[in-house]
């Protein structure tokens, strides 16, 4: 079975960083090729914001997160982490990562079949 379990959430005013860790286990080889994260802020839908494939060769971004978060892993811990910078207020959300691709749309929900429990981001003005 696989698990995702998720850290580093927290309160910061708008500008600051936080760093977030998704340690997985019990990963099959498709698992391991792809990792994502998503985030939703309450009513709102649960979007992508950063892919990243086995070895950090292919990344991609929403536009929103774009140019001031960072998405890496270390294969080696099957450990997935994003580096948030900038933070605004537009940013705070439940934050997920999610492994198990079908090699779908990357950005929607559907397409991903495993999940963290959440870590919550909260962004002060």
């Known amino acids: 079975q696989v698990q995702l379990v998720e850290s580093g959430g927290g309160s910061v005013q708008a500008g600051g960083s936080l760093r977030l860790s998704c340690v997985g286990s019990?990963?099959?080889?498709?698992?391991?090729?792809?990792r994502v994260w998503f985030r939703q802020a309450p009513g709102e839908e649960r979007d992508g914001i950063a892919f990243?494939?086995?070895?950090?060769?292919?990344?991609f971004y929403d536009d929103s997160v774009k140019g001031r978060f960072t998405i890496s892993q270390d294969s080696a811990k099957n450990t997935v982490h994003l580096q948030m910078n900038s933070l605004k207020p537009e940013d705070t959300a439940m934050y997920y990562c999610?492994?198990?691709?079908?090699?779908?749309?990357?950005?929607?929900?559907?397409?991903?079949?495993?999940w963290g429990q959440g870590t919550q981001v909260t962004v002060s003005s």
């Open positions: 990243i494939n086995f070895d950090g060769s292919l990344t």
């Open positions: 019990g990963f099959t080889y498709a698992d391991r090729k792809w």
């Open positions: 999610a492994s198990g691709w079908n090699g779908h749309t990357w950005y929607h929900r559907q397409n991903w079949d495993n």
